[in-house]
């Protein structure tokens, strides 16, 4: 495989996806040698045809606001591939949105999904909206907006949504209203659903409790574990909510949280009742974490800085893309941090992520770590097609089963001569080898 080809014809077709790019080059780097193992692989085309989407589905969305006021969003479905199962991933709704950053998370997708070993593709989908100061009543009439659109290319069979930044329960919820209409079904057509109309158990916590299995499996191949130690923890959405919650049960002590305004710095600990504010705090819609240190006084809030330059034993960064840049990884590493573990998709960015490879620290990528949201979202679409609802436990033994058998790949795939284990480079090959060999089995398509 000739990487620098490759890219170089990618970054021709898509100038300007830089994301995009990223996301690409981290995974064919490491596929070099598997597939000169394999030249099956380059026989069939199967780089050339994985790398770029199915397709693309791109719409406007007019909406009007409480003032009368009418709005026009951008709104996108990314259908990337489906040799595993039905295209499977999330929306998100940020300004930030554009095709280069859903075109990461849905190349993303593909290979966390298989990972899961559940049967689904990767997709992902979003508009640029901006949920922040909205009213319920706006954020109502934007889903219905764009599930207008987004409701003729999805199914439970074909494409099956779910949220990301931006889009939680509420979203959910409007937007399977507006399907369930359009489509005069009520399928498994979503996953995050409310608990009484087709939700599971464990899903909203799902990612973060993922990310600190597989954590706590990483941990234990240097026989640490979470018990006693200082997390740091960026983020207060969702992800970041699970994570807390499941640190606090494994006896770690969680000293920040972030937010686009800054970090808290909380030494005594984000536990009990200070998690259930992080909720509400995201409820408000202003998406600011300041005011937790008005509610308790001991914390600190540091203005407009990332929380890594804190002392801790374990950082997970649970908030968005690149939010953890060469500087933030320096200090870190002179701080002692043992483990990096990434809640959110791709928050480091390239080069600390080498540095941390290269002074021998514990790095669990997001396809790997966070895959315990997808994987829950695929024990939703089981249930949903049963038309039955696992207890709890149940569904959190399988999200255990399925986050160690991800760390198994991992080890599998990744483990170097020299014992470290590259996990980057474990998922990639693990996640990418069972969608290429169902792509070889499906023929050129
Ligand atoms: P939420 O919307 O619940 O929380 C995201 C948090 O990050 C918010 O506080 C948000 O604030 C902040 N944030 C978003 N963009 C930026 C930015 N550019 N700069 C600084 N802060 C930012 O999202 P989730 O918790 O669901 O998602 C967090 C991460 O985890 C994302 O990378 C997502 O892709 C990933 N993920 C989510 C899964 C899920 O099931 N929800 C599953 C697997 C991964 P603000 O909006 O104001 O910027
Ligand atoms: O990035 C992700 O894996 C998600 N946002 C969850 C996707 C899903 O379909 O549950």
């Known amino acids: 495989m000739d990487v620098i080809n490759l890219m170089n014809s990618l970054e021709k077709r898509h100038p300007g996806e830089v994301e995009y790019h990223q996301a690409v080059r981290e995974v ?6 598997v597939y000169a193992e394999n030249p099956q692989f380059e026989a069939a085309g199967i780089i050339e045809r994985i790398i770029e989407p199915d397709r693309v589905l791109s719409f406007k969305i007019p909406w009007v606001d409480d003032e009368g006021k009418v709005h026009v969003n951008l709104g996108y479905r990314i259908q990337f591939n489906n040799a595993l199962g039905p295209y499977k991933g999330g929306l998100r709704f940020h300004p930030s949105v554009n095709l280069s950053i859903l075109k990461f998370l ?3 997708q593909i290979f966390k999904n298989s990972l899961t070993t559940l049967p689904m593709g990767g997709g992902k989908g979003g508009s640029d909206f901006q949920p922040k100061g909205k009213s ?12 207008l659109e987004l409701w003729k290319i999805i199914g439970p069979e074909t494409d099956v949504p779910a949220g990301d930044i931006g889009v939680g329960g509420r979203e959910i919820g409007y937007l399977y209203g507006m399907y369930k209409k359009l489509a005069r079904e009520n399928s498994g057509i979503l996953t995050g659903k409310g608990l009484a109309w087709g939700g599971s158990l464990i899903r909203p916590e799902a990612t973060g409790f993922g990310a600190v299995y597989f954590a706590k499996e990483m941990l234990a191949t240097r026989k640490e574990q979470f018990k006693g130690k200082t997390v740091s923890v960026s983020g207060f959405g969702n992800v970041a909510w699970g994570a807390v919650k499941k640190l606090n049960e494994l006896g770690a002590k969680v000293v920040t949280l972030s937010g686009p305004d800054g970090y808290i710095y909380d030494k005594d600990g984000v536990s009990g009742e200070k998690i259930d504010f992080m909720l509400e705090l995201r409820a408000t819609n202003d998406d600011v974490v300041e005011p937790y240190v008005q509610e308790f006084p001991n914390a600190q809030f540091i203005h407009g800085k990332h929380p890594w330059e804190v002392k801790c034993d374990i950082a997970m960064p649970c908030a968005t893309q690149n939010e953890l840049n060469l500087e933030d990884a320096r200090s870190l590493i002179t701080n002692g941090t043992i483990c990096v573990c990434e809640g959110a998709n791709m928050p480091c960015i390239p080069e600390a992520i080498e540095l941390f490879q290269e002074k021998g620290l514990l790095f669990g990528p997001g396809k790997a770590a966070n895959a315990g949201g997808v994987a829950t979202s695929g024990l939703e679409m089981s249930q949903n097609a049963m038309k039955l609802q696992w207890p709890k436990d149940e569904v959190d033994d399988r999200l255990h089963h399925i986050m160690s058998s991800i760390h198994h790949s991992c080890v599998k795939y990744g483990k170097e001569q020299s014992g470290y284990i590259n996990y980057v480079k474990g998922a990639n090959i693990a996640g990418f080898l069972k969608v290429a060999n169902a792509m070889l089995d499906h023929g050129v398509i």
Do not use: Y
């Open 28 to 33: 064919l780097e490491s596929l070099v040698e």
């Open 106 to 108: 849905g190349f993303e």
């Open 136 to 147: 319920n009543a706006e954020i109502m009439r934007f889903c219905q907006a764009f599930m």
